[in-house]
């Protein structure tokens, strides 16, 4: 078995299946209807790993849990005639009025509110957190256009409301949408037609049978070799610092994303230790070009420094979880790798061949 054939092995139970992808579609599409029948005027878009198609099941505490979605609501008001506790406040108040939703809302987030769906498929359930918004104002699009970003990103950045106290909500910048059109334009170099068939005559017959043909399949069931180096990357990260306990301390998807995407924007159809492998080397050497003086820039709001909050000690952990990611990503021997990618991936890959339902031992660089 090939390298790259190995890791995407060891992904295939934690992507979020076309089934549940579907399902999860229907239900945003849903309350939105249902808030546009309540006179909440807005407009629903999936957004984060749900838009861009690295989605993987969170790992906390030893264990997988649920995967989380986002949402974003951006309400049809000008932010100059709003404020983000009415708008935060106006969605919420529309979903506790439903006796569908209301059993389903959890507790007030800082910046959403979260509908818990429980097993929806095969025991395995998924929370819809939906962000309110409105669109940003012209002046900040403008200091981003003019930080360097095309104006067809900027154009899209939206101000989402952050609660800050009790009664105390702000509004925070944001652009999930741009970041999306950022990310797919280079994920899409990645992905080759032979890949779209392969990955087609997997879909399950009933999502073959509503599309008809390949033409037709929205590319959101699609993954190409850079998404799946993203997920891969995302998964190793969330076990090691959880085996580490400096949880708190973990890169944000984010940033890895951005990285990881910006270090291929320009190359065609690399594998995906390939990609992970560039992604590796370009922060050795501090040579991705989103790294700028000290600072990893957010793409689409050049303003944004992304590791502007971390300190000394959690960019040094960071490095070390790099090392450690390419410490697997450099196992020649077949067997190794599917034990390391065993233990350090998916517990459930592999088993049939290493002879155990779980191989416990973490590797080296979780001996802190």
């Not at 990893?296 to 000690?313: A, F, H, K, Q």
Request: glycine residues 4%; hydrophobic residues 35%; neutral net charge.
């Amino acid at each position: 078995m090939k390298k790259d054939d190995a890791i995407l092995h060891s992904l295939q139970d934690l992507d979020l299946s076309p089934t549940m992808e579907k399902n999860a579609r229907d239900k945003y599409q849903a309350l939105a209807k249902y808030l546009e029948s309540k006179g909440l005027d807005s407009d629903f878009y999936p957004q984060g790993s749900f838009l861009i198609g690295t989605t993987i099941k969170p790992y906390k505490d030893g264990k997988d849990h649920d995967y989380d979605l986002d949402i974003l609501s951006i309400l049809k008001r000008k932010k100059e005639e709003t404020q983000p506790y009415n708008v935060k406040i106006d969605v919420g108040d529309c979903i506790k009025e439903s006796g569908i939703y209301s059993e389903k809302l959890e507790k007030e987030d800082k910046n959403c509110w979260t509908l818990k769906y429980a097993e929806i498929s095969d025991g395995v359930g998924f929370s819809l957190d939906v962000v309110p918004s409105v669109d940003e104002s012209s002046n900040i699009k403008n200091e981003i256009i003019l930080s360097g970003v095309d104006y067809s990103k900027a154009e899209k950045t939206v101000a989402i409301t952050e609660k800050k106290g009790n009664l105390s909500y702000e509004w925070k910048t944001s652009n999930p949408l741009g970041f999306g059109d950022w990310f797919l334009e280079i994920s899409n170099k990645h992905l080759t037609s032979d890949m779209k068939n392969k990955q087609f005559a997997s879909l399950p017959i009933e999502i073959r049978m509503e599309f008809a043909s390949i033409e037709n399949i929205p590319v959101y069931y699609y993954r190409s070799n850079l998404q799946r180096a993203v997920q891969f990357m995302k998964r190793h990260r969330d076990i090691y610092y959880d085996r580490s306990k400096k949880g708190n301390d973990k890169p944000s998807s984010i940033l890895i994303t951005a990285l990881i995407a910006d270090c291929v924007k320009d190359q065609y159809f690399l594998s995906v230790s390939e990609i992970i492998n560039r992604f590796i080397e370009g922060w050795k050497q501090k040579n991705i070009s989103i790294m700028k003086n000290g600072k990893i820039l957010n793409p689409v709001d050049l303003r944004e420094n992304l590791i502007g909050s971390y300190n000394y000690s959690r960019l040094n952990t960071m490095d070390k979880w790099i090392a450690s990611l390419s410490e697997l990503l450099n196992i020649d021997d077949e067997m190794s790798l599917k034990r390391n990618l065993h233990n350090d991936i998916n517990e459930r890959a592999f088993t049939n061949e290493l002879g155990s339902p779980r191989l416990v031992s973490p590797t080296k660089p979780w001996k802190e």
